[in-house]
């Protein structure tokens, strides 16, 4: 029983690029969550999806980022134009239910030069 | 969601107990009480949640008071692998917000 997959693990952009993450949930998980962890700093929510719909994108940035959870296939944090302060851990969480039983992914430290 | 206040760190020495208080006063009565811990660079990790009732599982036991403006989680006998941040969160069906949390270290 496979638990939340992140990846790439590691992931490094130059300033300008695009940095497509990937979450795969557990197993008879239908909920996501993307969470954001700068340098020394704490995590902090960014967007709660369920298939093919955003429920709660209150702490995504208004600019270059997006999410989505297609009907098939993982879950995608997108990060158009990367500038040096969007380097940090990005993690992702699945649950069986609306905001109970989360189970975190190993996270995607995305670095940019 | 309640506000829970931790300690910023804490220290614990190898092979005793670590009890990691939380103060969550303005708890309401349908919020759990969660665990969370996050250790070194990786996700976070569930630990255990409870209600009212004290609980214990693989992993810790949670015991909460009978008013349930506080709790404590219990590591029974601390490795160094324990070194971690913990996270109490009281939260009722909604996401999961990560507050400082509490470092612990534990020593040999």
């Known amino acids: 029983n496979a638990g939340v997959m992140q990846n790439p693990r590691h992931l490094v952009r130059r300033r300008g690029q695009e940095a497509r993450l990937r979450c795969s949930p557990m197993?008879?998980?239908?909920?996501v969550y993307w969470y954001r962890q700068l340098p020394e700093e704490g995590l902090k929510f960014m967007v709660y999806?369920?298939?093919?719909?955003?429920?709660?994108e209150s702490g995504m940035p208004k600019e270059r980022f997006s999410a989505e959870f297609p009907k098939e296939g993982p879950s995608i944090l997108r990060i158009q134009q990367v500038v040096r302060g969007d380097s940090a851990a990005y993690f992702c969480?699945?649950?069986?239910?609306?905001?109970?039983?989360?189970?975190f992914g190993s996270g995607t430290r995305l670095t940019v030069v | 969601d309640a506000k829970t206040t931790q300690p910023t760190s804490m220290d614990c020495a190898e092979g005793r107990a670590a009890n990691l208080p939380c103060n969550h006063s303005?708890?309401?009565?349908?919020?759990?009480v969660y665990w969370y811990r996050q250790i070194h660079s990786q996700g976070p990790q569930y630990i255990i949640h409870?209600?009212?009732n004290n609980e214990t599982n693989e992993m810790a036991s949670l015991i909460i008071t009978e008013d349930r403006k506080s709790s404590t989680l219990i590591l029974p006998h601390a490795t160094l692998r324990d070194t971690a941040v913990y996270y109490c969160?009281?939260?009722?069906?909604?996401?999961?917000?990560f507050g400082p949390g509490t470092s612990l270290s534990v020593i040999p």
């Open positions: 969480a699945s649950s069986p239910l609306q905001d109970y039983g989360y189970t």
């Open positions: 197993k008879g998980h239908s909920h």
């Open positions: 999806l369920q298939k093919e719909n955003i429920i709660d």
């Open positions: 303005t708890i309401s009565g349908n919020e759990y």
């Open positions: 409870g209600l009212k």
């Open positions: 969160i009281a939260l009722f069906y909604d996401k999961v917000i």
